[in-house]
């Protein structure tokens, strides 16, 4: 059976089918302002050609130094937002929904002069030691997580998803081995991204949908495990968060244990993300192959599956994996190019 091109619905999110286009940096904001330009555009709005249901915008960072490198994405300004808008526009009017991934890079901003993070630890011992954030500072960040999320609304996206996972700033702070601060925020190792959510919803559409990217585990030596991250998950959940988008790892070099690196294995994390929390999740990590991919819906392991790389590829991955599992009548190709499938 054909369960990729299944259309999903939650709250105001209505998919044309189940194939989410995940964030991947494209470190192509080559006037290092912020501001998303052509290289974009034709990125994102090829992907919603080629069929998938949810484009979702890469790490848009709220400030500056929150930036991974000076040519990712920011919405720090609202000077951000017509260039946003434009690609927004253009992705709705190909039928897919888009979203963005508001982040903070945290003790990873590798540009940043001095990088921020919840302790003075660095990634590795080559890396740049970053600050830790006094208390005010940290409730501040919060406010910027904020306004990103306005700009990113008056954009006209129709969800968002906060970036915490892969080691950046909000998984810094409920990683137990990157917070070791003895205020509030290191007494609740969830409290900052409780925050950030709530701040979030606050200017958020009541019946938009908000996704969390999340680490299901660690893989540093001493790291946590999925025990952990599902109790940080309910507190998410409990403040806000609709769907969780489930990956893993990306804190720091991996110790002893290792990622698995072979298709599918991060879907079982999804499914007990599904299971235990009861809530829509996106499974992700090499599901390119449309059969798994498909599998991956008909098992109910998740709700949508986001294929990164295989996208990167092929722009028409959403077309070419519907057909490869439900014949070329399952989904049609775009007129211009139907004499080529």
Known sequence: MNRLNTPFSYKSLQLRNRIVMPPMCQYSVTAKDGKPNDWHLVHYASRAVGGAGLVIIEMTDVEPDGRISDYDLGLWSDDHIPAFARIVSAVQSHGAKIGVQIAH???KAEDAEVPVAPSAIPVTPD???PRALTTEETKAMVGKFRDAARRAIAAGVDTIELHGAHG??????????????EDEYGKDLSLFGVEVIRA??????PEMPLILRISAIEYIDGGYDLDHSLEIARKYREAGVDMFHVST???????????????GYQVPYARAFKETLDVPVIAVGMLDNPALADATIANEDA??????????????????AVQAVAGKEAIPAPKQYARAF
């Open 105 to 107: 890079a945290g003790r």
């Open 127 to 129: 890396s740049k030691t």
């Open 168 to 181: 950046y700033l909000i998984h810094q702070f409920h990683s137990p081995a990157l917070n070791r601060r």
């Open 200 to 205: 979030v919803k606050s200017v958020m559409p």
């Open 249 to 263: 790892g990306g804190e720091g070099p991996a110790g002893k244990r290792k990622p698995g690196n072979y298709p």
């Open 303 to 320: 709700d949508l599956v986001g294929v990164a790389r295989g996208m990167l590829r092929d722009p028409y991955w959403a077309i070419h």
